[in-house]
């Protein structure tokens, strides 16, 4: 895992171009990432983490100054793949359940979203404090236009399986149109293939909240027929607001929050 | 803590009566709660214990096998206790700011569950494996009627500081009407007073699901003019269904579903 943090480094650094996949805001923090956290940290932290998953943090802007070192530890270690890992087993199960009982309708449908689902950015987040600096549009959107970044792979296992199983399955990210080819290169890099649909923002969806614009267009995909059984995001804003997925299945990200 | 189980050990072996805030079900687990899991149980566990916070894992019966050393570990080190205060620090910031903001109108409303939220029946868990061995109903329902469960801290102190900036608080368990005196015998026990309402199943809610049933409270609610700010509940089924508090606020329980 190092050492391939240690190949995108290189790639990260020498990159140049643009994306909309990108926090919110990202603020500094006072200590620098890696720090080793003492065991009161590492409690607090761990909670906060919690919050941040079940939604209960609400809207925030910055990694807690003192979370800096466990966010790092986390995402480096094997929990970040494994909490991911446990995510697709959950979806899978609930997927193959639902088609045994017909629930999935004529055209049974997937929706992911792209950063921090199917592709993973760590090697963008490795050189860059893994959440704990403020963001950098400009280089995030040089790093989206490298499109190297990798598969988070229990995400592209479940992709497979589920279109093993004959489901749709729809991409509907925050990237924006003019994205779309280094989005495609990407995708095909990290291993996807034979999507239904790719769905980018457009001019009018410029502004637009991510439950807002993902909202319009799950309901613009049921009018087409879709019955969309799961939604996978690392963001609440990729799985609220309705019309919802009949189930929606909440990737671990505890580096940035998206409204 | 752990004297603190023993005292109650006692209070839950002698104890005699019954309650409706029972989990759906509980499987019989293969594995004796409290083995030493290894580092693989405890990666795996984690993800587990994660997908379930977040509501990935959906309806569940039982915790898995290898997990019930790790349930225990969560539910008796300072865990359990740090993730519930985190959650109640996210919840004091938002209702504070709401209120701030005039959010509140003139009837500001806060909803609480009952049981794993302001009080803890850690004391019949303790002696009952942590929620790895079968539910006993029975038994459960007895350990309610002696009205002993003790508040959760964190719980306790949001509750008043809600209080204190004038928010009405509302408590809606799954309990039955005909445990109205054993739950007022414990809240007021458990150091809770001068809630506006506590509203228990009364007989047409018996055999709705809790999302059914406090959904249609929480509508009567907003009926009745309360604007409910906020809901905190242990279960994602104390939480979810129209209409929704404007915020929710999840507490962690691996012990057990209800749905």
Known sequence: MRCFHLLFVVVALLATAAADAKPVLRAVTDAPAGVASDSSDELYCDGWRLSVETGNAGPWSAIPSRCA?????????????????????????????????GD????????????????????????????????????????????????????????????????????????SEFQRNATEVNLFFAGYHSWEKLILRQSPDIGKTAVQYKSERRAALEAEGFKILGNSGDQWSDLLGLPMATRSFKLPNPMYFIS
């Open 104 to 175: 999935g309708g004529a055209r049974p449908a997937w929706v992911f979203d792209v950063d921090e689902t199917l592709l993973s950015n760590s090697p963008y987040y490795a050189v860059n404090g893994w959440g704990s600096q403020e963001f950098n549009e400009t280089s995030f959107d040089e790093w989206v236009d490298v499109a190297k970044a990798p598969a988070l792979p229990s995400s592209l296992k479940l992709y497979k399986e589920l279109q093993g199983l004959g489901i749709h399955i729809i991409l509907l990210t925050g990237r």
């Open 69 to 101: 070192g466990f966010v790092r530890a986390y995402m480096e270690g094997e929990r970040y793949a494994s909490d991911s890992a446990v995510a697709a087993a959950d979806s899978l199960a609930f997927a193959a359940q639902a088609l045994a009982s």
